[in-house]
């Protein structure tokens, strides 16, 4: 199968090839969010750009888990159980939104699956 793929036939001019690589980053690439969207467990929704984004922090805690986003306006800090995952993704600015459970939905979960606790924005004055 690889002798078949390989074959000169099927190869690409080098500026073909250039074409296929670039569009295809261009996938992935277009898959990132833009905005982190915050949905907490009343209903409310927040967005932040991640382009505001200027620091983070993780600390695993003896009592939970709780990650820390510095936004250029705002701080916002979620609080959780195996967040670990979460702030990779958040790292990579490939999480789209971050869902504060219920207590309802925490009874039902295993205790080694992400859960939110809380979500607190502290909003800076301008």
Do not use: C, W
């Not at 073909?16 to 670039?22: L, M, S, T």
């Amino acid at each position: 199968m690889q002798k078949i793929l390989n074959h000169p036939a099927l190869r690409h001019e080098p500026e073909v090839e250039d074409a296929i690589e670039a569009y295809d980053e261009a996938r992935v690439r277009s898959r990132d969010s833009l905005t982190l969207e915050l949905r907490f467990a009343d209903g409310r929704r927040s967005g932040f750009s991640y382009v505001g984004l200027t620091e983070s922090d993780f600390d695993p805690g003896q009592d939970g888990e709780t990650i820390t986003l510095r936004f250029s306006h705002a701080k916002v800090t979620v609080g959780g159980q195996a967040l670990g995952d979460l702030y990779e993704k958040l790292l990579d600015q490939r999480a789209r939104f971050i869902q504060e459970g219920s207590e309802a939905a925490e009874g039902l979960r295993r205790h080694d699956t992400p859960y939110v606790e809380r979500i607190e924005i502290e909003r800076k004055e301008d």
